[in-house]
Each structure stands twice: as structure tokens, then as C-alpha cells.
């Protein structure tokens, strides 16, 4: 009877021994995939930040149309992310005052071939400059110029962060700027704006980082051939207010230039008026003695300066209230149809006590002059 029951057995060992080593395959397969999945979690850190960057991508193409109209790399989906939609720009051409001869200029040499149609008969020497450069001290409306070149230019921007070209795998950042080109070259007309371009492109030496070295030659290299490419509609932009930091060599792929510097007398009525167009004056105030009061002030100084008369008109105002509890005072509201009017004495008490400007205003105009 034994013997007749031992091979039921046997085959009762064995599928149980198959069963086990189904399971313990199972398991072991489910370990591998979660061991794998926390590995590539440390190895790959920026994973979830680019597929973020993925989500960014295709919803900005999708608005500008060209989700189905191109396919991108995973480095150009990268540099995508720093696309920017003209429309969204808060400046135009009517908000930026006293830079009417540069605007004119910028117009005519860089937006009219920038926007000519394809099919059009003209000469093959008609063609956008392949680098712009906007230099002059700081606050005097470089940046101001490019947003309102990007509102009204019928191409693509791209706002080019030095972050986007840094990676701290080897080989990366190259491969980041050369996307950068490819990805202009399927989506032009485009305009690459690069701010303080100084930073990212200023004078090389030995004291370079390999990284940094190469991803400059890198730039260059591929910046070379959109010179030598007559038929592409590429435009890279850069703003500085040190030009003798840039690189010569990426001085000579700026050929295209434009020195934007302090305002004179006119142009500071200019700004003023455009910056005080919708606010309430006193009928004492009088811009062009306030613009003749500002010499050596720039654009965003004239900004600071309107932004403190009318602090001090607010504040005046509500002293008017007579409250001695300073907080009850600034709590206090006058009527919701009344706009305190900013009259002349505050733009005077709001005007610098000291002569840093006219000094900045000499040895900047002399640095860029010789320059």
C-alpha cells in the first residue's frame, strides 16, 4: 500500500518545488524592478524635473502650433522650455521713451529681413544679421528693447538661461548647446536672447573650466555655421553692459550693434512722460525743469525716482488725516474716487541728494565711447 501511494507523492514534491520556484522567481523579479527603480532614481536625481520639462514643452508648442509639426530630442525639450510666447510680453515698442532712432534702426536692419516671406524676389544679401548686441550701463532699457523686439518680431524667442547649458554630467552641456541650434533651426524664424551675455560668453584663458571651454567652442563652432548659412532665419541677441568681457571672437558673430546709453534732456522727458502717463499730477508740475533736474539718471532711475514722489504723495496724503497712531494713519483710506495728485515738491524731495550719478554718467560714457 505504501509503495502504491509513493510516486503520488513524489508528484505532490514536485509540483510543489515548481510552485516554490515560481514564487521565488516572482519575488526576485519584483525586487530587481524596485532595486532598479531607486537606482535610477539616484543615478538619474533631475528625473522628475524633466518630465516636467517635458509637460512644459508640449503644452507651449501646442499653443505656439507646433506640437505636430516637429519632434524633439530630450535635450531640445530642454532648451524648449525657455521658449517664450510673444504675446505674452507685458512691453511694446510704445512703452519704451527716448530710444525712437534706435528702434527705427532695429527695425529696419534686423525685423524687416527677419520677417520677409521666402517666396519673395529680392537680393540673397537681404538677410537678418546673425548676431545683434545691445550694450550700455545698466537700467537704460537693453532688456526693455529685446521684449519689445520679441512682441512685435513675427518669429519664435527663445530666452536662453545659463542654467539650461550647465549640467554636472560630463558631455551634457555640449550636447545642451548644440540643441539649442538644432532646436532654432526646426522652429525659425527664431531669436535666441541671451542677457549678460558677458557671463555666459566673456573672455576665455587658461583659468577656464574644461566644461565651460568646451561648451564655448561648442557655441562657436555651431554659431559658425549659421553664419555660413545664408538661407537660415536665426538671430541670436545679446545684452551687456560690459562689452570689453565678451569674448572677441563672439564680438565678430555680433557684427550688429547698438550702444544704448544715459538719456539726454529730451529723451528724460520722454520717459517721464511715458511713465507718468496715467497718474494724476499737480498742475505745478513741470517735466522739463524735472528733466533738466535728473542729468545722469537712467531709464530705471527715472522709474525709482516717479516711484518715490508718489510715495511721498500717498504719504503726505495720509498725514492729511491728522492720526498720530502711524499704523491707524497708513490703515486709513481716503474717498475711493479721489487720486491724490503727485505734485512738483514731491519729484524734488524724491531727487538723489548726491552727485554718483553725474559720475557714473562721465566715466561710462568715456568707457563706452572707447569702446
Known sequence: MKDFFKPLSLKMSN?????????????SVALSYITWRALKEVIEPNRKERLEAEKRTKKLLERLGLSSAIKLSEHEVFVATNLVE????????????????????????????????????????????KGVLLYGPPGCGKTMLAKALAK??????????????TDKWYGESQKLAAAVFSLAEKIQPVIIFIDEIDAFLRVRDRGDHEVTAMMKAQFLSLWDGLISDNTSRIVVLGATNRP??????????????????????PQRRMILQKILAKEELDDNVDLDALAEQTEGCSGADLQELCRKAAVRCYHRNCLDQESEDVVKMFEATADENELAAIAFEDFQAALPRNALPKIRTANSLVQYSQD
Do not use: Y
Request: net charge positive; glycine share 4%; charged share 25%.
Open 244 to 265: 570689453m568681457d565678451v569674448d572677441d571672437a563672439i564680438r565678430r558673430r555680433l557684427p550688429c550693434t547698438f550702444c544704448i546709453t544715459f538719456p539726454n534732456t
Open 86 to 129: 510673444p504675446s505674452s510680453m507685458p512691453i511694446s515698442w510704445s512703452d519704451i521713451g527716448g530710444l525712437d532712432d534706435t528702434i527705427s534702426e532695429i527695425r529696419r536692419t534686423v525685423l524687416l529681413p527677419l520677417r520677409r516671406q521666402k517666396n519673395t524676389r529680392v537680393s540673397s544679401l537681404v538677410q537678418p544679421p
Open 152 to 165: 512685435e518680431a513675427d518669429a519664435r524667442f527663445i530666452n536662453l538661461q545659463l542654467s539650461t547649458l
Open 15 to 27: 509540483h510543489q518545488e515548481t510552485v516554490g520556484l515560481v514564487l521565488r522567481f516572482a519575488l
